[in-house]
């Protein structure tokens, strides 16, 4: 039975399953060790340790430039701008994070950062207000993946300086493979649940529109393999670019992984260009050009294969076309301090992780 519990600040009014709780932090935990067993398993225990940024012999040195920058080169409180990196879990979003973590200047708040997520959800605006606003980095880098539906809003948050946003997609053949290795069938569950018209119950179905509700409902997802329910997902959601406008502001930039590794120093580059930051080849040394369609082709629906060529298309053109450039950020000058945030919780949790 789904019962409403409170609302996040700035967000819809949000349901969550099990009488308006989530679960348990022992379950919770439970469930991401196996999953990360799985996925050992299937990719190397290197790959996780690198993904999940667990080998102290970067996570020292780094901390240790940035807090040498702080001590001779960091502003005062209130300087900080925030940069949302947001679009599709698998979609290159942890290459973007680590290879700014390697910049002093950025302070980097990925959605395992426990300050700022509660099962990598944001804990609340009020939260993400007040960290952008108390930092004395350059850039306060955020990974709200589950809220990607609602980057206009977070951007438009008052209490910090003007932002910038990019909407990371990858080729939807190596994302579901990617999906389905880490996750198993989270995607084809959270379809499920929008399928049943339950899908405010879940950040998945968030922002969706009667058309691509419709859209899921018409597909069988009680026969659906888990890699076409990837693929579906994957146009689900990177349709929302199109669907909320996102497109339409010069504050977004759609990033892709395809490009990035294809070549890395052109695409940060751009990258840089939009943030206002300077490049240099640290930012993409951990990155080898490389092919990333060198994979065989996933034995996906016809019909949503369809869809998801076309959208393709979309994307790759909307990334091509001339942009308006966002206006360059007024100088750093601090912000009033920022009364002391109450944090909230989220209300449901984020299933895919």
Excluded at 93 to 112: K, Q, S, Y
Excluded at 143 to 157: F, I, M, N, Q, T
Excluded at 192 to 209: C, D, V
């Amino acid at each position: 039975m789904l019962e409403e519990s409170h609302d996040r600040p700035g967000n819809a009014h949000v349901k969550s399953d099990h009488s308006g709780s989530e679960p348990s932090a022992l379950a919770y935990t439970l469930k991401r060790i196996r999953r990360h067993v799985q996925w050992a398993r299937t990719e190397g225990l290197g790959r996780l340790i690198e993904e999940d940024q667990l080998d102290p012999r970067t996570r020292i040195p780094i901390a240790w430039r940035k807090f040498r920058w702080r001590q001779t080169h960091g502003g005062g409180a209130g300087g900080a701008r925030p940069v949302y990196v947001v679009g599709l879990q698998r979609s290159g979003t942890n290459m973007l994070m680590r290879g700014f973590d390697e910049a002093p200047e950025v302070e980097v708040r990925n959605e395992n950062d426990r300050r700022v997520f509660h099962r990598f959800q944001l804990r609340g605006d009020d939260v993400l207000v007040a960290t952008v606003a108390r930092s004395r980095a350059a850039l306060v880098l955020v990974k709200p993946l589950c809220e990607s539906h609602r980057v206009a809003e977070l951007l438009d948050l008052p209490g910090t300086r003007p932002g910038r946003a990019v909407w990371c997609y990858r080729g939807v053949d190596d994302r579901a493979r990617s999906e389905v290795s880490k996750f198993g069938s989270a995607n084809l569950v959270a379809l499920q649940t929008i399928a049943r018209f339950e899908g405010s119950s879940i950040w998945q179905g968030q922002a969706l529109s009667p058309e691509l509700v419709d859209l899921v409902r018409g597909f069988d997802t009680d026969t659906m393999t888990p890699d076409s329910a990837a693929a579906l997902f994957w146009y689900v959601r990177n349709r929302l670019y199109f669907d909320l406008g996102l497109d339409r502001r010069a504050d977004i930039l759609l990033s892709s992984y395809d490009e990035l590794v294809r070549d890395p120093e052109a695409a940060m580059r751009a990258l840089c260009a939009h943030l206002d930051f300077p490049y240099r080849p640290q930012l993409h040394a951990h990155i080898a050009p490389r092919d990333s369609h060198g994979s065989r082709r996933l034995d996906i629906d016809p019909a949503v294969r369809a869809r998801c060529d076309e959208l393709a298309d979309r994307l790759d053109n909307a990334r091509r076309s001339p942009r308006v450039p966002p206006t360059p950020p007024p100088p750093r000058t601090p912000l009033a301090a920022p009364t002391a945030p109450g944090s909230t919780t989220p209300t449901s949790p984020a299933e895919e992780h």
